[in-house]
C-alpha cells in the first residue's frame, strides 16, 4: 500500500512539473518595428555639414532586405561606408558615410521596404528619416503614376522603376544620379517628398541593373519634355515610358 501511494505522488508530480513546463503560445506579432530615436535632433534642422553617420533606434530587433535596392537618398551622398545591420540583426540601423553635407539643404532617407522586424519579418514600408543642414526642412512633394505604353497587362516580377528629379543647369548630365530619387511601387505609383522649390526635369527609367543612373539603349525611359518649376506641391503628374533606343 504504502509503496502504491509513493508511486501515486511520484507520477503527480511528473505530470504537474510537464504542465507547469509547457510552453503557451501566445498571439503572432503583426506589427512593423517602431521608430524611437535617432542620433539627429528632434527638430531634424540646423544638422552640422560635417555629420558623418545616421543612427535610428527601433523598438525591436530589425533586419535590412535588399538594403541596396531599397534605400534611395535625395539629395545623393557619395561614399557610403557602412550600413548596419548587415547580417546580424540589432535594434538600431546604421548608416555613415565620408562626404561633407551640402549647406541649407534637406536630406532624405527613404528605406522602402528594407526595414523588417527580425522575429516575424513585418515590413516598415516606406519608412522615411528627413533633416536639414539648413533652418527648414523643404516640403513640397510630388506624385503619380507610371504606364508602359507597350504593356497590356500588370508585370508580376519585381518592379525596377524608378523616378528622378534633375536640377535644370546649362549643362546636364542624365548619365548621373539624379538630385532626388524614389523607387516605382508594384502599382505604378511613385511619389518624391521633401523637395526643395526650383526647376526641374523629371525622368522615369528601368533601373535594371541598381546604379539609379540610366543606362541608353537597355532601359526603358520616360520624361516630360518641358522642366517642372517646382513652387508648390504636385498631386499627380504621370509618365508614360518606352522602350529604349538602342
Not at 135 to 151: P, Q, T
Not at 157 to 179: A, C, S
Not at 208 to 237: A, C
Request: glycine share 6%; charged share 25%.
Amino acid at each position: 500500500m504504502k509503496r502504491f501511494f509513493l508511486l501515486f505522488v511520484a507520477a503527480f508530480l511528473l505530470h504537474s512539473c510537464a504542465r507547469l513546463g509547457s510552453p503557451i503560445g501566445g498571439p503572432k506579432d503583426s506589427l512593423a518595428p517602431k521608430f524611437l530615436s535617432s542620433n539627429i535632433d528632434t527638430t531634424r534642422i540646423n544638422v552640422p555639414r560635417d555629420i558623418k553617420e545616421l543612427r535610428i533606434d527601433f523598438d525591436e530587433y530589425i533586419t535590412l532586405k535588399d538594403i541596396n535596392k531599397n534605400l534611395s537618398i535625395s539629395p545623393p551622398i557619395g561614399n557610403i561606408k557602412k550600413i548596419i545591420p548587415s547580417s546580424i540583426a540589432n535594434k538600431f540601423l546604421l548608416i555613415q558615410w565620408t562626404d561633407t553635407l551640402q549647406a541649407n539643404t534637406t536630406y532624405n532617407f527613404n528605406f522602402g521596404n528594407a526595414i523588417a522586424d527580425n522575429n516575424e519579418g513585418n515590413i516598415l514600408k516606406y519608412f522615411n528619416f528627413a533633416f536639414s543642414t539648413g533652418d527648414k526642412i523643404d516640403d513640397l512633394y510630388i506624385s503619380g503614376e507610371i504606364k508602359d505604353a507597350l504593356s497590356t497587362k500588370k508585370s508580376t516580377g519585381e518592379n525596377k522603376m524608378v523616378v528622378g528629379l534633375f536640377q535644370v543647369k546649362d549643362t546636364m548630365n542624365y548619365r548621373q544620379k539624379p538630385y532626388y530619387i524614389t523607387k516605382v511601387d508594384d502599382d505604378g505609383y511613385y511619389e518624391l517628398n521633401y523637395l526643395s522649390p526650383g526647376k526641374y526635369k523629371i525622368v522615369a527609367f528601368e533601373d535594371e541593373n541598381g546604379n539609379s543612373v540610366y543606362d541608353p539603349g537597355k532601359e526603358k525611359i520616360g520624361f516630360q519634355k518641358d522642366p517642372i518649376d517646382f513652387s508648390k506641391t504636385i498631386s499627380v503628374l504621370d509618365l508614360i515610358i518606352y522602350p529604349s533606343k538602342k
